[in-house]
């Protein structure tokens, strides 16, 4: 799972919070994060890796100002920002 800057905590406390406690919830549960940084965080991916997903993402962004809600521990579990091997 992914994380922007945190501004409290350790690294390997957010590590813990993450890929441990969050990462055991089912799939299927919705995500609802504190801040909203989708758009930000496509057009990085994007300028990165140009990957159908990526591509998807961003569309996604274009066309929902707000994204609260609409992703699940299932997709936050795929990290554009940890692919390096991918092969998309």
Same mark, same amino acid.
């Given at each position: 799972? &992914?994380?922007?800057?945190?501004? #409290?905590? *350790? @690294? =390997?406390?957010m590590?813990? !919070?993450?890929?441990?406690?969050?990462?055991?919830?089912?799939?299927?549960? &919705?995500v609802?994060p504190?801040? #909203?940084? *989708? @758009? =930000?965080?496509?057009?990085? !991916?994007?300028?990165?890796?140009?990957?159908?997903?990526?591509?998807?993402?961003?569309?996604?962004?274009?066309?929902?100002?707000?994204?609260?809600?609409?992703?699940?521990?299932?997709?936050?579990?795929?990290?554009?920002?940890?692919?390096?091997?991918?092969?998309?």
């Open positions: 799972m &992914r994380c922007g800057r945190f501004f #409290e905590g *350790t @690294a =390997a406390e590590h813990t !919070a993450l890929n441990k406690t969050l990462a055991a919830l089912p799939d299927e549960t &919705r609802y504190g801040h #909203e940084y *989708t @758009a =930000a965080n496509a057009k990085f !991916a994007m300028s990165v890796l140009q990957s159908d997903p990526i591509k998807k993402l961003q569309a996604f962004a274009e066309s929902n100002k707000e994204t609260q809600g609409k992703f699940t521990i299932g997709d936050e579990k795929v990290s554009y920002f940890l692919a390096i091997n991918y092969q998309g």
